[in-house]
């Protein structure tokens, strides 16, 4: 049973480039969340989807970020234009929602680095 | 709203010796409560987690932890510690509710560095 997806695993990208991140949720979950986690910040939640619909973005740090989920397997967080700041691991997760499990699962992360 | 506060950043502890990973809530209104674990260069995955009933809840590896309600706490325990359960620890609250707020808030983390 496939976990959460994401891909690149690790993005290395120059100031001013713009920077796509992938998930792929766990088959039948209808949340997903988008975290980051920086040494400086810990983990912050981006931004959450409940049926492919934004929920909260209060998270999101500035109009740079972009999230979009066009269908419920797939998702994607744009930085554009990257800074050095962007720098950390993104994290994304995917629950089950109303059906009796609240837990998140979480992805292996995108490990990125603005230089 | 609920919040968490782990006040521990970093706990270290022999092998072999017992530990236990603070967290205290706050909430207006009923929580779940969960522990997650996250091991050097990887995602969170779920310890253990307390929605109802029994107040000590048992999770993987040998972890438990406690509801207290009067004290709004659950702290993490684990009766001996081996050097591979050296990892970050987040203890997170959410609402009992569904649909919009379905959310997970979680604590600043505490580094469990277990030293042979």
Known sequence: DAGVIQSPRHEVTEMGQEVTLRCKPISGHNSLFWYRQTMMRGLELLIYFNNNVPIDDSGMPEDRFSAK????????????????????VYFCASSPLGQGSYEQYFGPGTRLTVT | AQSVTQLDSQVP???EAPVELRCNYSS????????????????????????????????INGFEAEFNKSQTSFHLRKPSVHISD???????????????????????G???AVQP
Do not use: H
Request: charge should be positive; glycine fraction near 8%; charged fraction near 10%.
């Open chain 2, 28 to 59: 207006s209104v009923s929580v779940y409560l969960f522990w997650y674990v996250q091991y050097p260069n990887q995602g969170l995955q779920l310890l253990l987690k307390y929605l109802s009933g029994s107040t000590l809840v048992k999770g």
């Open chain 1, 69 to 88: 989920m066009p269908n419920a397997s797939f998702s994607t967080l744009k930085i554009q234009p990257s800074e050095p700041r962007d720098s950390a």
């Open chain 2, 13 to 15: 502890v022999f092998e």
């Open chain 2, 110 to 112: 505490t580094l469990l």
């Open chain 2, 86 to 108: 050296t990892a970050e620890y987040f203890c997170a609250v959410r609402t009992p509710y569904g649909g919009a707020t379905n959310k997970l808030i979680f604590g600043t």
